[in-house]
């Protein structure tokens, strides 16, 4: 029984149904299913709990010698995280700026990082990490000033009356002119299973578009946001060619990121 984690989020689900509710022939590989936000997986990993795991792209920097990362499943997409605050003119004018970020070892926090350094060099900054699902309330009170939003989030914040102030995928295709890469699906490189689990997320994913009423039921039932529009967006944004094949230019994307966070000290 091997442990295999998720996120709860709409393009994790729709990519891991057939898996889940045993639609596929996993090949003899019996799987036991942890489905917590993404940074609950980082962490997880860190401890070696589990066997297989989505984990931002960012995490695998520091997991790469106990596992690596397969080719399907993935999330990469040229939407990425967004920033928002409640008060653009307000955001001007502080000297210190409240950031609530979505984890520390999210690809996000790491986005962000390369935004803010290169936007705001002279600004001082205080962060605080929580659940992804608890910044927009957060930025919306005002208890932060501005808040880096991921899954659900970047489609539903002006509904909260909150402001854009960047498109963290805008400004990683502008630097880099690749994909952004959020998170990766990764094995233990003890297991040798790379392949096999590979064909089989690629039969889930054929599997869950084959099906697609039945997928979107599960998809729902682990969704912050309940509007069937937003989650159809959601399953559009990131899952896409490079789900089923990160190919080349995906496994570009990764080691760029990586490169930039050996360059840098995040959010220290």
Known sequence: MLKFGISPCPNDTFIFFGIVEKKVNTRGLNFDFVIEDVETLNSLCFKKTLDISKISTHAFYYLHKDYEFLSSGGALSEHGPVVITKDLEKLKRLSTVKIALPGRLTTASAL?????????????????????????????????????????????????GLHLVADLGEFW?????????????????????????????KESIEYAYSHWEEA??????????????VIKLHIKAYVNEFTFNMGQKGIQAIRELIKKIQESRIWS
């Not at 979107?216 to 529009?229: M, N």
Request: glycine share 4%; aromatic share 16%.
């Open 173 to 201: 295709k502008k630097e880099t002119s690749l994909p952004i890469p959020l998170g990766c699906i990764i094995s233990r490189r003890s297991l040798n299973i790379k392949e096999i689990l590979e064909k089989i997320i």
């Open 216 to 229: 979107l039921e599960f998809v729902k039932k682990y969704s912050q946001e309940v509007d069937e529009d």
């Open 112 to 160: 962000m990082w390369f935004y803010w350094k290169k936007f705001f060099p002279d600004k001082k900054y205080s962060v605080e990490f929580m659940p992804f699902y608890e910044i927009i309330d957060k930025v919306a009170e005002e208890k932060a000033d501005m808040g880096v939003l991921i899954h659900e989030g970047r489609f539903i914040y002006s509904l909260k």
